[in-house]
């Protein structure tokens, strides 16, 4: 598989570096990928009209008219596969990452491991998209995307997949949940939900990207966010 990967930067000399650190990573890990690089967030959207094959965008935070917080929201409407990592010489800008499920934040000058470590994130992310919970449907079987199940929740004897549409089995959470892997947390006896899809949580709820809200039982706030401080 060749990873096509975007890196948007205002600043030639900084776009030059991370373009370089990224081929570097790849022929560590023998790897095949395709480097883009854009000047800007408009420059970038330009090209994504006509090509939307994009597995990584390396975004610098701040640029001109459209900064990168902007511009992954534009890309996150119709597309929650691409994996996205800001980059920024500000942290102030890491809470915005919740709202697009930014895989994570490098602070600039950018560190050679840190990155290394991140698009080996990316990688293994792009790899468990691949991956596909299978669900029997009024006699027929569909085969969904684990990245694009958002919550997965209980009401009796059926189980109700929200993935885009709604999917209703007659099952158990513990069934479905054999199907997921450690990018979903189990809150409790009702629901499952994706961390990838996390935009806030507070003690008694999750709100997720889509803007779905989630019930969360006492006693589970901090064990969640322990699991979402482990993916970043």
């Known amino acids: ?103 994570h934040y490098l602070m600039k000058p950018v560190d050679e491991k840190k990155l290394f470590t991140v698009l080996g994130r990316a990688k293994e992310m792009l790899i468990r998209q691949e991956r596909r919970i299978v669900l029997a449907v009024s006699g027929e079987t569909v085969r969904i995307p684990l990245h694009e199940v958002r919550f997965v929740e209980v009401q009796g004897n059926y189980v109700t997949v929200h993935a885009g549409r709604e999917y209703t089995v007659k099952a158990t959470l513990g069934t479905i949940e054999k199907q997921l892997d450690d990018s979903f ?9 994706n961390l990838g899809c996390i935009r806030r949580v507070s003690k008694t709820q999750v709100e997720l990207s889509d803007g779905s809200i989630v019930p969360l039982p006492r006693g589970v706030y901090e064990p969640l966010n322990r699991a979402i401080i482990s993916r970043t």
């Not at 990967?5 to 991370?18: G, H, K, L, N, V």
């Not at 939307?52 to 596969?81: F, P, S």
């Not at 947390?185 to 939900?193: E, W």
């Open 185 to 193: 947390f189990r809150t409790g006896r009702s629901y499952i939900i």
């Open 1 to 103: 598989m060749t990873y096509h990967i975007a890196i948007c930067d205002d600043s030639q000399t900084d776009a030059d570096y991370i373009a370089a650190l990224v081929e570097k990573w790849a022929q560590t890990d023998d790897i095949y990928i395709k480097i883009d690089c854009f000047p800007s967030a408009e420059a970038f959207l330009f090209q994504y009209t006509e090509d939307r094959t994009y597995d990584i965008l390396l975004l610098d935070v701040e640029m001109g008219e459209m900064n990168g917080v902007e511009l992954a929201h534009t890309v996150r409407k119709e597309n929650h596969a691409v994996q996205i990592v800001f980059i920024t010489g500000y942290s102030e800008y890491i809470s915005a990452g919740y709202d697009v499920a930014a895989l």
